[in-house]
Each structure stands twice: as structure tokens, then as C-alpha cells.
């Protein structure tokens, strides 16, 4: 479900190098998922989403990959930029509970140049 | 692509005041919204669900009464602050589903609230 008010984890990362960020989720009912980004000050942005029918999605420098056994998600960004620089937040929607969507923590990612 | 518009940005008010914020979909119409509140460095947390037509469905632990949610129409929600405390301070987003096409989600630009 909801959301946990922890402070952000935090990941630097050098320009051009691959990032990594990772996301646990506790509900197996969950199938649903998207990944946001969010720059200071404004609204999250739309990076991602996958079903739990799959294991892996690749869009444009970003793969998402699922793994349901062990409930982790994971987001990769291929040669990070500066302009990646930002928190990134999994969300999860529950199955049969509505259209609604759960944050996770975040990760506050900074790229180094 | 599909436009949410929140207004206002950014609001100061004073405590005992009431703050209406609205959440428009320029673009596409939608039968459901989302609130949200964020607190400096953490996540966002989901307030309630916005329906058109019918009352919202709060989240466990948020005031119905200090939230008030009018959807009434297909393309605006409003979230009214009411006898506003300073810890209400916060930064809320909305965000909308679109009833058609991909019905994909679509978050405002959110709105910093300051209560003094």
C-alpha cells in the first residue's frame, strides 16, 4: 500500500555511467506499476510502467524490470545526464482496489559531470 | 500529450483561513482525480480519490471534514483547506486519469501551501 514518510535514500552517479534504482513493494496483489520523476518544486513526470504479466520493459534509455518472487522493481537509465538529475518514485496500484496509486520512498538521484 | 493545470502554485494564508486549490485537465476528460500531499524530502502521500459526480473516498487518517473534495465536472477537482493550521503547511498534487485512450495518469504541477 501507502506510502512511508521516511527521508529520501540518495544515489551519485557520473555523467555517462548507468544508474540504477531500485523499489520494494509488499502487497502481491499489486499489478500494476509506473515509474516518476519529479525535479524540484513541481509535479512528478511519467518515466514508465509495466504490468506484473511482465518482467521487463525498455523505452528510450530507461528499462524497468519486476521481479514478482522476491517483489522489486528496479529502474535503469542508460549514459545518465545531468538532466536526470531528480527524486524518482515507484508507484503501485492494487488489484480490484480502484484506480489509485501508492508512492513509494523515492530516491534522490544526482548525476555528477 | 495530455495537461493537467493546478492553481494556484503557490499560496500564503493565515491560520483559520480556508484554501481552495483546483486540479483542470486541459485536454482530455476525467471521471477520476488524486490528492496528494508531500512533505519536504519525502514521499507523496494519496489523500483521496476524486470521483465526478460523487463524493471522494478519503484515505485512512485524512479529514473529511478538514479536505473537503468537490469533483463537478469532467474535468475539475477542487481540494478546499478548511480552517487551515500550519501544519497543513505542505505541497499538494493532483493528478487525473484519462477516461479514454490509454487512460493514463497526468500530474499537476502541484501547489505549495503555507499557512502563518
Known amino acids: 500500500g501507502e506510502s512511508v514518510g521516511l527521508h529520501l535514500p540518495t544515489l551519485s552517479v557520473q555523467e555517462g555511467d548507468n544508474s540504477i534504482i531500485n523499489c520494494a513493494y509488499s502487497?502481491?496483489?499489486?499489478?500494476?506499476f509506473i515509474w516518476y520523476k519529479q525535479e524540484s518544486g513541481k509535479g512528478p513526470q511519467f518515466i514508465i510502467d509495466i504490468r506484473s504479466n511482465m518482467d521487463k520493459r525498455q523505452g528510450q534509455r530507461v528499462t524497468v524490470l519486476l521481479n514478482k518472487t522476491v517483489k522489486h522493481l528496479s529502474l535503469q537509465i542508460a549514459a545518465t545526464q545531468p538532466g536526470d538529475s531528480a527524486v524518482y518514485f515507484c508507484a503501485e496500484n492494487i488489484r480490484y482496489t480502484g484506480n489509485q496509486f501508492y508512492f513509494g520512498t523515492g530516491t534522490s538521484l544526482t548525476v555528477i559531470p | 500529450g495530455a495537461v493537467v493545470s493546478q492553481h494556484p502554485s503557490r499560496v500564503i494564508c493565515k491560520s483559520g483561513t480556508s484554501v481552495k486549490i483546483e486540479c483542470r485537465s486541459l485536454?482530455?476528460?476525467?471521471?477520476?482525480m488524486f490528492w496528494y500531499r508531500q512533505f519536504p524530502k519525502q514521499s507523496l502521500m494519496l489523500m483521496a480519490t476524486s470521483n465526478e459526480g460523487s463524493k471522494a473516498t478519503y484515505e485512512q487518517g485524512v479529514e473529511k471534514d478538514k479536505f473537503l473534495i468537490n469533483h463537478a465536472s469532467l474535468t475539475l477537482s477542487t481540494l478546499t483547506v478548511t480552517s487551515a493550521h500550519p501544519e497543513d503547511s505542505s505541497f499538494y498534487i493532483c493528478?487525473?486519469?484519462?477516461?479514454?485512450?490509454?487512460?493514463?495518469?497526468?500530474f499537476g504541477s502541484g501547489t505549495r501551501l503555507t499557512v502563518v
Open positions: 493528478s487525473a486519469r484519462e477516461d479514454r485512450g490509454n487512460y493514463g495518469y497526468t
Open positions: 502487497n502481491s496483489a499489486s499489478d500494476y
Open positions: 485536454d482530455f476528460q476525467a471521471t477520476t
